[in-house]
């Protein structure tokens, strides 16, 4: 496939420092309403869409903040902006967060996860797709 074949999807942070673009379709895609989430975003849920790794380039690396043994999360070292989770034990995929796009309307996340502790309000949510008590 040429480059041009490839729909590429651009993004960063609030201050525009770290910006990254993206080549490809997600893989997949969660909102997350895990407790970690929640302080890491500052948000009731966050929504991630899952890319490999090597499909993501940046201009400038965002700063890595290990949540948990093996876990990344990573975000702008001038405005804060959390911008991606990671795991060392799968290396080969990385999650942005949908509100980091410029254009976040062409991604869809299709599962719910951690809903045994997401807040009043969101269990409800789209019950279409599938939701999970935990991580999936
Ligand atoms: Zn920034
Ligand atoms: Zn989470």
């Not at 700063?63 to 093996?70: I, L």
């Not at 990573?74 to 990671?86: E, H, I, Q, V």
């Not at 996860?113 to 949510?125: D, E, M, N, P, R």
Request: proline share 7%; aromatic share 10%; glycine share 12%.
């Amino acid at each position: 496939m040429s480059p041009t074949d490839s729909p590429l999807h651009s993004g960063g942070c609030l201050c525009g420092a770290v910006r990254f673009c993206v080549s490809g379709e997600p893989t997949g895609g969660n909102h997350c309403h895990c407790g970690m989430c929640r302080k890491d975003s500052g948000s009731g849920v966050s929504t991630f869409v899952t890319f490999p790794a090597n499909a993501v380039t940046w201009d400038r690396n965002p700063t890595d903040y290990e949540s948990s043994p093996g876990k990344y999360r990573g975000f702008c070292p001038k405005c804060g902006s959390s911008l991606t989770w990671r795991s060392v034990e799968d290396a080969n995929t990385i999650d942005l967060r949908l509100g980091s796009f410029d254009d976040p309307t062409p991604f869809k996340a299709q599962k719910h996860l951690w809903i045994s502790t997401a807040l009043s309000g969101f269990s409800k949510i789209d019950p279409d797709i599938d939701h999970f008590d935990q991580g999936s």
